[in-house]
């Protein structure tokens, strides 16, 4: 079999990259960057499916007898916000940077992983079967994302999350846990007197809400953060409301899970407090895993995750790996070097190439 050049490689991802910016894709209306990746996959002569907006395959030489890697990303993107001094849908190049809305949240994992998977497509006698899956609506963790498209995958034995971590190996993921607060008093005139006002009861759980923490703490996650993010009540200045409703955000580590958080915070509160899901899960991987050791033999870095990923759709070990800089994340005239995308897709080659 000849062997893939990999020049040619980063290159046409590159070149991918700038499609799919110029290309719109916001959460659920991904059709556009749909058709660029399946066109990619199709001129590399890959087989490949496609389920609403997700685009998927499996390596020419799948066997049903093997373990299975899952390399995923996500080519959605959110709307670009009110500071862009730039086009967004414009892949400019300037001083190696590569300019655009979702460049680094998550083109440039996203073509790396496709470039990489191209790599392996056709290799015969591997350890592990490849599957790749370019997925939609992770901006806006919609049913039709990696959660809704789990149900036609093949079993998954591990995962790699392509996100942008520097190409360090985030080997745990905090969950999120988004819980609705709702405190009840009685209405009346604010002039009289009135001895349960519901935006007080309200106050006392939040005030508990910000002096408790958790005393698990973990030495990847960290700590339970919880922060109180929105409150409403009250339509008029002369009347005391009836009902506070408050939004909790909660992130937990690997040690706790949802339910058992929320059962705690409602036994100390008073009020009724209702989760909106239990889907997003603390997630990881564990150090001594062949993958991750196979990281740190490259000189790649470990470390724990506070921001979400579709990483708490998986229930199989997976870690969270990719170019570019969170921080650059939903910033306004996002960017990602070249060089990035360039070193992501030499590094997940010579990241399974230890293991498959």
Same mark, same amino acid.
């Given at each position: ?28 209306? &991904?059709?556009?960057?749909? *058709? ?9 002569? %890959? ?42 849908? &414009?892949?400019? *190049? ?42 939609? &609506? ?157 990281? *740190? ?43 990035? %995308?360039?070193?992501?897709? &030499? *590094? ?7 293991? %498959?």
């Amino acid at each position: 079999m000849k062997e893939i050049n990999l020049k040619n490689l980063q290159e046409k991802a590159i070149q991918l990259l700038q499609n799919l910016i110029s290309t719109q894709s916001f959460s659920s209306e &991904e059709e556009g960057t749909a *058709i660029l990746i399946s066109e990619y996959l199709k001129n590399y002569e %890959i087989d490949f499916q496609r389920s609403n907006n997700n685009i998927w395959a499996k390596n020419l030489f799948f066997d049903e007898n093997k373990p299975t890697i899952l390399l995923n990303s996500h080519h959605d993107t959110v709307k670009p916000n009110q500071g862009y001094t730039r086009n967004p849908f &414009e892949a400019s *190049i300037e001083d190696g940077k590569l300019f655009g809305l979702g460049s680094n949240d998550a083109g440039g994992s996203l073509v790396a992983l496709l470039a990489t998977f191209v790599f392996f497509y056709k290799k015969e006698n591997l350890n592990y079967n490849l599957l790749i899956a370019a997925t939609a &609506e992770e901006e806006s963790s919609g049913q039709n994302s990696l959660r809704g498209l789990l149900k036609e995958l093949p079993k998954i034995d591990f995962a790699i999350v392509g996100e942008p971590t520097h190409m360090q190996i985030a080997i745990a993921e905090k969950g999120l846990l988004v819980v609705d607060g709702y405190a009840q008093g009685i209405a009346g005139h604010a002039a009289h007197e009135n001895t349960k006002n519901a935006i007080y009861e309200a106050l006392e759980d939040i005030f508990w809400l910000k002096n408790y923490e958790f005393p698990k703490k973990s030495p990847l996650l960290g700590k339970v953060k919880i922060s109180v993010t929105q409150i409403n009540a009250g339509e008029q200045h002369n009347v005391v409301p009836a009902s506070c409703h408050f939004v909790i955000d909660i992130r937990f580590n690997e040690l706790y899970t949802n339910r058992e958080i929320l059962e705690f915070l409602n036994q100390n509160t008073k009020s009724n407090l209702v989760a909106r899901s239990f889907n997003f899960n603390s997630s990881g991987i564990d150090i001594s895993h062949p993958i991750v050791q196979a990281g *740190i033999d490259l000189g790649r870095t470990t470390y724990g995750s506070p921001t979400l990923s579709d990483q708490a759709a998986l229930s199989c070990p997976s870690l969270k790996m990719g170019a570019g800089d969170s921080l650059r994340s939903h910033s306004a005239d996002e960017f990602i070097y070249l060089d990035e %995308i360039n070193e992501a897709v &030499e *590094i997940y080659i010579k990241m399974l190439s230890k293991i %498959i």
